[in-house]
């Protein structure tokens, strides 16, 4: 039973690819595919995130345990979309001209964000595995994967920096990453005061 | 030389079967091109004339012979924000927005100010084919053949007193019909401003089409700025309003984000937008981008008007 919910969780973490792939297939992106390709696995990327930070007080709230064994294939789906979306700008957009990559990444405050919260998210895809779990010992690891908070928030502000007027979708993803955030600070503190 | 036919050719004989029902073949010959024609006539109180897209070819001196980007992409992939702020929202959210009547009020510094019916505004002027190419601030461009005036001939008609040295357009202010004007994402309504120069250079051009046709809805109907050495945001679109003033106007991008968007707004591969590169452009239908030229490549034409500025401090 666990296998099945399993795969089909994997499935369903794939279908914005797929959906992506069918599109581009069938009736077509817009005039501007490049940009569908970076828009959509951009957003994905902060989706996952979004979800995988969910997880645990979703967990808190409901005393649903189960739950918690999926948050490690939200994080890498996270880290999946956000390959995708760093090789579609190296590649589709950028075409591999790196001293343009080099002068974005240090000039353009956007995707300097973008990219630090990118490779703020790389440790913790290595260190994923049940393995790294053991070695890193608990506590450590968990130390180390606190990453996730300023990744996302680096992720958001990506976003909002990089729109040019209309910054009402990051300004969603920004309230509920502040919801996700201060659910976890509030539930800190009351944890210590009791 | 000359030859005489003598006999009926045999594509005109009739057939002997099509003879004998001629009738009845006449009779299903109406009812069939009815059937065809009539839909047309339904609709023809929105597009009275043939109304499609058609193949223009580079003729006058500043046509580009690029290849043009298809009437599907010109028309789906939009900035227009007062129908929705993606790229295919005003192709769809446009689709029943009224152009006609339309109302044009002329305004400031001229000899006649006046609120005109659009008709009796365009009719002195013929209209042309102008394929330019559109550069648009955010790094995409396009090859788009126009169908319109010179807006300094229309200016000419106006006689502008000594005082108007800048030009105001506005377009329309309606939240019922323009959904995006119920957020205030820019403040509404829109307007953009040319000097007085600018907006007298044979370049500058009164769109209302595109394609040989007229314009749609979601690329500024009924009638619309076009200014190709400029980012395409400086074409303002659907204009209720053009006033000759003797300052320069504040203009909707400049106040939304003065650091980022200029008056002047002349493409320009050395001046970066504060937070991306407009050294290179992607020409839709392109997959590799391709450098952005200077002026947007009409340098040769509009350079003289910019000369002993500094075009870093006048973006």
Request: hydrophobic share 40%; charged share 25%.
């Amino acid at each position: 039973m666990r296998k099945i919910t399993r795969l089909i969780l994997f499935l369903l973490c794939l279908a914005p690819l797929f959906s992506l792939a069918y599109k581009a297939a069938t009736i077509g992106l817009s005039a501007n595919p490049i940009d569908d390709v970076t828009d959509t696995t951009g957003t994905w990327t902060l989706r996952f995130l979004i979800i995988t930070l969910t997880v645990s007080p979703f967990r808190q709230i409901t005393k649903w345990n189960e739950v918690i064994r999926y948050r490690r294939m939200f994080g890498l789906f996270a880290f999946f979309y956000v390959t995708l979306h760093f090789l579609t700008y190296v590649w589709l957009d950028q075409f591999f001209d790196f001293s343009e990559i080099y002068k974005d990444v240090l000039q353009r405050p956007f995707i300097t964000i973008g990219f630090s919260a990118f490779c703020l998210m790389i440790p913790l895809a290595i260190t994923s595995t049940n393995y790294m779990v053991r070695k890193l010992g608990g506590k450590r690891w968990q130390l180390l994967h606190r990453l996730i908070y300023p990744s996302a928030i680096g992720g958001v502000i990506h976003y909002i920096w990089l729109v040019k007027a209309d910054t009402k979708r990051p300004m969603i993803y920004g309230a509920i990453l502040s919801l996700l955030l201060g659910y976890r600070l509030i539930h800190k503190t009351l944890k210590k005061n009791s | 030389m000359i030859r005489i036919q003598r006999q009926i050719p045999w594509y005109e004989i009739t057939d002997e079967r099509f003879y004998e029902n001629r009738r009845q073949f006449i009779r299903e010959a109406i009812a069939f091109s009815a059937m065809l024609v009539l839909p047309r006539c339904l609709n023809a109180s929105q597009n009275k004339k043939e109304d499609k897209p058609q193949s223009i070819k580079p003729k006058g001196k500043f046509d580009t012979d690029e290849a043009q980007t298809a009437y599907e992409d010109v028309t789906t992939y939009n900035n227009f924000y007062e129908f929705g702020t993606d790229k295919d929202s005003p192709s769809k959210l446009a689709k029943d927005f009224r152009t006609k009547p339309w109302q044009v009020s002329i305004e400031g510094e001229v000899k006649k100010p006046k609120v005109y019916d659009l008709d009796e505004l365009m009719k002195p002027f013929t209209q042309e084919d102008r394929i330019y190419r559109l550069r648009c601030v955010e790094g995409w461009s396009m090859v788009i053949p126009w169908l319109g005036f010179p807006l300094g001939e229309l200016i000419k008609r106006l006689e502008p007193k000594s005082k108007a040295k800048y030009v105001e357009f506005t377009t329309l202010l309606d939240p019922t019909q323009m959904q995006g004007q119920k957020r205030d994402v820019l403040s509404w309504p829109y307007v953009e401003g040319l000097r007085m120069d600018e907006a007298m250079h044979p370049l500058t051009l009164l769109a209302t089409g595109l394609y040989g046709k007229s314009l749609p809805n979601q690329n500024g109907a009924p009638f619309r700025l076009v200014v190709p050495w400029k980012y395409g945001f400086k074409s303002i679109k659907s204009i209720v309003k053009i006033r000759f003033i003797e300052n320069q106007p504040m203009t909707t991008w400049a106040e939304a984000a003065p650091n980022e968007y200029g008056f002047y707004s002349n493409v320009n591969p050395e001046v970066d937008h504060p937070r991306w590169t407009q050294k290179k452009e992607r020409r839709l239908g392109e997959f590799l981008k391709r450098p952005t030229l200077k002026f947007n490549g009409y340098a040769e034409e509009v350079a003289q008007l910019y000369t002993g500025m500094d075009l870093r401090k006048f973006f």
